[in-house]
DNA sequence: GATGAATGAGGATTCATTCAT
DNA sequence: TATGAATGAATCCTCATTCAT
């Protein structure tokens, strides 16, 4: 009785992340005000009031495509291990950070479109401007270490923090098809650039 | 009568580019689709049906949102002066182009809806794509000859030039108010670096 | 100077029936809502306003559109000369008609449309039934004649003659192209039966 | 369960036939493009989304106002039983056609808008183009075998055949209220007139 | 909970008519 | 009188949301 109502429970949960996991590719491509409940049933394989029954509302639907998968991956952002120096750290989370962006360019344009269209979503757009605000809280330190050792170029850790993160969501996530494509090696190291590596600190 | 033609000429031209310009701020606040022509029209204070007597469509009165000013402002990122060294053209143009950026928001916010939702303006898209190229192949040659005078750091110019054009339009046009904050002096800073100076070409 | 203001009356007179002629045309083809008072104007390359200045309002062009062929042609239909016999006079009548339904093609489709959705042009089609009856009270005569004479079968004149109409206008105006076309005699012949010609009455 | 699915089923069939035929009435009063589908909805006694969910657009019902009526009718004017004579037969077909020509007021008046605006509704004209076709080749056999018989005088039979048509479709269907009027029956006796019977063959 | 039909508010677009020049 | 820009009512159609089954 137990096993079944557990297993009927983790069907229902699965069926809600389909039914997000859609809703969030769809949205991502088309945008809000294009994508239809109806679309995100029909790709879903679900029915149409089945959308209804997980989500209140398409904006709240559109919400938690966004808010989800970033709660899911703050971590990332947010907590990392520091290595031996801070040249090593921040090139490390380079590498995760581009890694994450490759697999993640749905979530990514839908970051995009709400900081394009901030009036729309004013409060997943604070939402947004939280996170940037805890990211530099996290990052800062080991940029101001890292100019403190003379890795990187004196300036505003706050305003490299920011700078790097709109780097990322500003990326034309266009080639971004194959994680492991080329490009996106050279884009660590544009990304590097921003933190204002020295001679020897790493920049190739 | 030559003189009145002219003059009413001169007057339709303005209430075109009044609604162009009303539209523009619009879109670019709410979006493509949270922008209604009434919206518009109200905004302009003209009436609803004389948007569809200046622009045959919602859609037209986006596209030329934003060709026009993409056309008119081309010239700012592809025909520039050199100045003697690589390292002071490039400053010069990052110069010039936070200013463009500080001073246009709205049309910066346009084209990151369009890059943020592809799938539903493939032809703006490509022209924006088309422009990217462009841009490649103007500030390559600068970029290539800093690299031979060991101003730049080496690496793909076509890299350098795309993470460039990148990070000004993933810029997060909220700070944005003053064109002369001091933000965006950090800002040219962080752009100059993604050229990779080496020591001595002007990186703080 | 008179000579001056009757030409211009000409002229003027000249425009309006370019315009009624124009509109005629194109309400035939394409029924009367589907025609635009920009349609008429671009097809009669007049300007816009012009035709409000010789047309109060697109329905009073409709309605000058179905009036004025059919006050202009009443004669042909209610008018006729009567020859030595009755089936010889209405042998007479027929080709007249059928000359005119093969050259009138547009004429006869405004007729098509308003009979066919006389609620929305109650006037028009009472004007058509007015018409009807004038038509009827000038053939019964001669076709009561033709059954006293035994060249036609008895049978009620009001209907015969009702009937005769009917087909003119039900013909398919499609092969109708050149008034000189077999067809056209075919459909006299066809038109004559209508009236129950008796043997030797001169239906082959 | 399978009962209240097939009743659900049933009901939704029923509903769409509601708005099919009031569609159907009104398109033949007041014409295609002067009949609102808010009109329909209302007059339907169902919302105007409603209509919407059955028929794809205006269009489509329009066409499916004509169309389905036309397949379901069919037969009656393309399969007929023969009798002993040709003209007997010929007979009794026109006694069934004027009856339901009578009883089908509104599908022979959208048939007439069809015919007389062709340019609007090219596809549907084409059809009963196909229509009038295939129903010569029905009906010529017929008129042959009466001509060899010497029921009926000669005469090319498809003349024959889309006179009768159209004599049928241009009928004035204005007296028609009561199917049992005796006009309907003068009316038998002028279609049959178009066969060209002979003497003795029953044309009274 | 699952389904999908029903609803109607909202928005783009058309176009007759008005009116200033 | 000629012109054509301005206006806004009217209409088709979409789609989020509700709700009966």
Same mark, same amino acid.
């Given at each position: 009785?137990?096993?079944?109502?557990?297993?009927?429970?983790?069907?229902?949960?699965?069926?809600?992340?389909?039914?997000?996991?859609?809703?969030?590719?769809?949205?991502?491509?088309?945008?809000?005000?294009?994508?239809?409940?109806?679309?995100?049933?029909?790709?879903? &394989?679900?029915?149409? *009031?089945?959308?209804? +029954?997980?989500?209140?509302?398409?904006? !709240?639907?559109?919400?938690? %495509?966004? =808010?989800?998968?970033?709660?899911?991956?703050?971590?990332?952002?947010?907590?990392?291990?520091?290595?031996?120096?801070?040249?090593?750290?921040?090139?490390?989370?380079?590498?995760?950070?581009?890694?994450?962006?490759?697999?993640?360019?749905?979530?990514?344009?839908?970051?995009?479109?709400?900081?394009?269209?901030?009036?729309?979503?004013?409060?997943?757009?604070?939402?947004?401007?939280?996170?940037?605000?805890?990211?530099?809280?996290?990052?800062?330190?080991?940029?101001?270490? &890292?100019?403190?050792? *003379?890795?990187?170029? +004196?300036?505003?850790?706050?305003?490299? !923090?920011?700078?790097?993160? %709109?780097? =990322?969501?500003?990326?034309?996530?266009?080639?971004?098809?194959?994680?492991?494509?080329?490009?996106?090696?050279?884009?660590?190291?544009?990304?590097?650039?921003?933190?204002?590596?020295?001679?020897?600190?790493?920049?190739?």
């Amino acid at each position: 009785m137990a096993r079944t109502a557990e297993k009927r429970e983790r069907s229902r949960h699965e069926k809600r992340n389909l039914i997000l996991q859609t809703a969030q590719s769809l949205f991502s491509e088309n945008g809000y005000a294009a994508t239809t409940i109806a679309d995100v049933a029909k790709s879903a &394989g679900v029915s149409f *009031g089945s959308v209804f +029954s997980y989500f209140e509302s398409k904006e !709240a639907l559109f919400k938690q %495509s966004l =808010l989800e998968p970033l709660e899911q991956n703050k971590s990332i952002f947010l907590r990392f291990t520091t290595l031996e120096t801070p040249s090593e750290t921040v090139q490390a989370l380079i590498r995760i950070h581009m890694e994450f962006v490759a697999r993640n360019a749905a979530f990514l344009r839908i970051i995009q479109q709400v900081i394009a269209q901030r009036a729309q979503f004013p409060d997943l757009f604070e939402e947004l401007d939280r996170f940037n605000h805890e990211f530099q809280d996290a990052l800062c330190p080991i940029i101001l270490q &890292g100019q403190e050792m *003379g890795e990187f170029s +004196s300036g505003d850790p706050n305003l490299v !923090a920011t700078s790097y993160l %709109s780097f =990322l969501i500003g990326l034309r996530l266009a080639y971004a098809d194959p994680p492991g494509h080329p490009l996106w090696t050279g884009m660590m190291v544009m990304a590097y650039r921003l933190f204002g590596p020295t001679a020897g600190s790493g920049n190739s």
